[in-house]
Antibody
Framework: EVQLLESGGGLVQPGGSLRLSCAASGFTFNRHGMTWVRQAPGKGLEWVSSISASGGRTYFTDSLKGRFTISRDNSKNTLFLQLNSLRAEDTATYYC?????????????WGQGTLVTVSS | VLTQSPGTLSLSPGERATLSCRASQSVSSNYLAWYQQKPGQAPRLLMYAASTRATGTPDRFSGSGSETDFTLTITRLEPEDFAVYYCQQYDTSPFTFGPGTKVDIK
């Protein structure tokens, strides 16, 4: 059974940093791309970033490039999202999602999300 | 950019729902997915490649379309189908989502 467990969310002041983690199990992690999607309270889904199975290719939404960094540790079956220079508008639930194989970035399984609140 | 219409669809159980997703550029390989999200839950993949049901998706759900115009149809709404539906193109980064269509009970 595929399981994705996000952690690392919490309350952070504007300008602060957080590192989100997503522990994956139930599938061969190093064969699948992975994605982060966020959802502000009461709003729709926003794609944030994806990373290829090997970690060699990363994709970002332009508005977040330079502040957020996606990475993965295939030896530990874990996906990361480093959030820097956080702003109030980054307040959201952050979901990690498993993608299909190769360059097929459909999100076929989702974690339950971790809430990031940016506030002073 | 993906646009979805209508923003809200008010229907009764047993009725047919037709949701539209329009892309500003052609989506190659029909890399278009639909997701369902219920309150307090993570999204769930319903359809991919425009018309292929994901594992566990009931056959009352169907997807169609190509290039820039896509449709999700629910033939007979069940109580558990009242939710928000998002389309997403996963052809070219950024892998954008549409703003969603809320299907609520009339």
């Amino acid at each position: 059974e595929v399981q994705l467990l996000e952690s690392g969310g919490g309350l952070v002041q504007p300008g602060g940093s957080l590192r989100l983690s997503c522990a994956a199990s139930g599938f061969t992690f190093n064969r699948h791309g992975m994605t982060w999607v966020r959802q502000a309270p009461g709003k729709g889904l926003e794609w944030v970033s994806s990373i290829s199975a090997s970690g060699g290719r990363t994709y970002f939404t332009d508005s977040l490039k330079g502040r957020f960094t996606i990475s993965r540790d295939n030896s530990k079956n874990t996906l990361f999202l480093q959030l820097n220079s956080l702003r109030a508008e980054d307040t959201a639930t952050y979901y990690c999602a498993k993608n299909n194989i190769r360059d097929d970035y459909r999100n076929d399984y989702w974690g339950q999300g971790t809430l990031v609140t940016v506030s002073s | 950019v993906l646009t979805q219409s209508p923003g809200t669809l008010s229907l009764s159980p047993g009725e047919r729902a037709t949701l539209s997703c329009r892309a500003s550029q052609s989506v190659s390989s029909n890399y278009l997915a639909w997701y369902q999200q219920k309150p307090g839950q993570a999204p769930r993949l319903l359809m991919y490649a425009a018309s292929t049901r994901a594992t566990g998706t009931p056959d009352r759900f169907s997807g169609s379309g190509s290039e820039t115009d896509f449709t999700l149809t629910i033939t007979r709404l069940e109580p558990e189908d009242f939710a928000v539906y998002y389309c997403q193109q996963y052809d070219t980064s950024p892998f954008t989502f549409g703003p969603g269509t809320k299907v609520d009970i009339k």
